[in-house]
Nanobody
Framework: QVQLVESGGGSVQPGGSLRLSCAVSESLFRAYAMGWYRQAPGKQRELVAIMTSGISTNYADSVKGRFTISRDNTRNTVYLQMTSLKPEDTAVYYC????????????WGQGTQVTVSS
């Protein structure tokens, strides 16, 4: 089993910034994709940002230019830097990892709440 633990959520005013962290119990070199998803009340979970093969990144159109996904292989941690936050970014944010090898599978963190409000 691979464990993912998110942190860094909270409340922020519009225009503010937050950095989410996802600590992973397994080496990131075994992950072929790491991503961040979010789910707002009454809505389906949606992809926010994804990093594949440790290099290629893709973002939802709604966050392009504002959010950045990155990783620190020495810390087995994935980050989501969020800037210029808007009220519509309010959601529970989930870290996702897709792994090969001994722990092959699709894993999720427990989620962290982000609230953007004045």
């Amino acid at each position: 089993q691979v464990q993912l633990v998110e942190s860094g959520g909270g409340s922020v005013q519009p225009g503010g910034s937050l950095r989410l962290s996802c600590a992973v119990s397994e080496s990131l070199f075994r992950a072929y994709a790491m991503g961040w998803y979010r789910q707002a009340p009454g809505k389906q979970r949606e992809l926010v940002a994804i990093m594949t093969s440790g290099i290629s990144t893709n973002y939802a159109d709604s966050v392009k230019g504002r959010f950045t996904i990155s990783r620190d292989n020495t810390r087995n941690t994935v980050y989501l830097q969020m800037t210029s936050l808007k009220p519509e970014d309010t959601a529970v944010y989930y870290c996702n990892g897709r792994f090969n090898g001994r722990f092959a599978g699709d894993y999720w963190g427990q989620g962290t709440q982000v609230t953007v409000s004045s």
